[in-house]
């Protein structure tokens, strides 16, 4: 997927990025559109389009990476909190088909950190909070 996938050219080299670590599953780098002070991308070195398409071992490495970059982040930038963020499918505003996790320093101070997510949560409908819940139980059993 490397002469179509943006993602891969990064991992392979042939697109620049800011790399911020890299393991033999992983790569971490800068987000060139960044939402707040220290944004950056952890992505699989093996093309996976999304969450439903990525293999467990694969999607492990990368929480763990993103983990593990997250922590640095919030250490080295002073944020007071992180988020990890993913988007499947376009309706979810992904933009890039290669599985990624974004990792989001958050930061009280708003001149560093310019995220905001459209959802608000409000309290839903407890009958079909516990009516979805248990068709996915059922599903997944």
Not at 26 to 36: E, K, L, Q, V
Not at 59 to 75: N, S
Request: charged share 20%.
């Amino acid at each position: 997927m490397g002469d179509q996938c943006l993602f891969c050219g990064i991992v392979a080299g042939d697109v620049p990025s800011v790399k911020v670590a890299e393991d033999a599953t992983t790569f971490a780098f800068m987000d060139i559109n960044p939402a707040s002070d220290g944004h950056l991308l952890v992505v699989p070195k093996r093309h996976s389009k999304d969450l439903f398409e990525i293999p467990a071992d694969d999607l492990a490495a990368v929480t763990l990476t993103a983990q593990r970059v997250a922590k640095a982040a919030a250490r080295e930038f002073g944020a007071d909190g992180v988020n990890l963020l993913n988007c499947c499918g376009a309706d979810a505003w992904q933009s890039v088909f290669h599985f990624h996790l974004h990792v989001i320093p958050r930061y009280t101070d708003k001149s560093k950190d310019g995220l905001t997510l459209p959802w608000a949560p409000v309290p839903g409908d407890v009958d079909t909070i516990t009516e979805l819940g248990g068709r996915l139980e059922k599903a997944l059993n």
